[in-house]
């Protein structure tokens, strides 16, 4: 099994910053896709950013320029540095890896991080 725990989320005002992290923890042999989704209420969980594990990102519109996502492959850890940040970015932030653990490959998500950004 896998587990992946979120932390850095919060309360900000617009126009601020916050950077999410995630760490993957368990007997694993590599990740692949490594990524952040969001939910907000009333709305369907969607994509907000992921690398695959050579570095290469991929975004939601919604968020290009402002948000940008990075791991360490040796932390088997994902970051999400948040810039400017709106009150339409606030949900619940939830980590995803694709990862080759013991038992086998599968898709993982962590237990999600509130971010609430204020007016």
């Not at 919060?10 to 950077?19: D, E, F, T, Y």
């Not at 990102?57 to 940040?85: C, E, H």
């Not at 606030?90 to 971010?115: E, I, P, S």
Request: hydrophobic share 30%; charged share 15%.
């Amino acid at each position: 099994q896998v587990q992946l725990v979120e932390s850095g989320g919060g309360l900000v005002q617009a126009g601020g910053s916050l950077r999410l992290s995630c760490s993957a923890s368990g007997i694993i042999y590599s990740i692949n896709d490594m990524g952040w989704y969001r939910q907000a209420p009333g709305k369907q969980r969607e994509l907000v950013a992921i690398t695959t594990n050579s570095g290469n990102p991929n975004y939601a519109d919604s968020v290009k320029g402002r948000f940008t996502i990075s791991r360490d492959n040796a932390k088997n850890t994902v970051y999400l540095q948040m810039n400017s940040l709106k009150p339409e970015d606030t949900a619940v932030y939830y980590c995803n890896a694709d990862a080759n653990a013991w038992g086998g490959k599968r898709n993982y998500w962590g237990q999600g991080t509130q971010v609430t950004v204020s007016s």
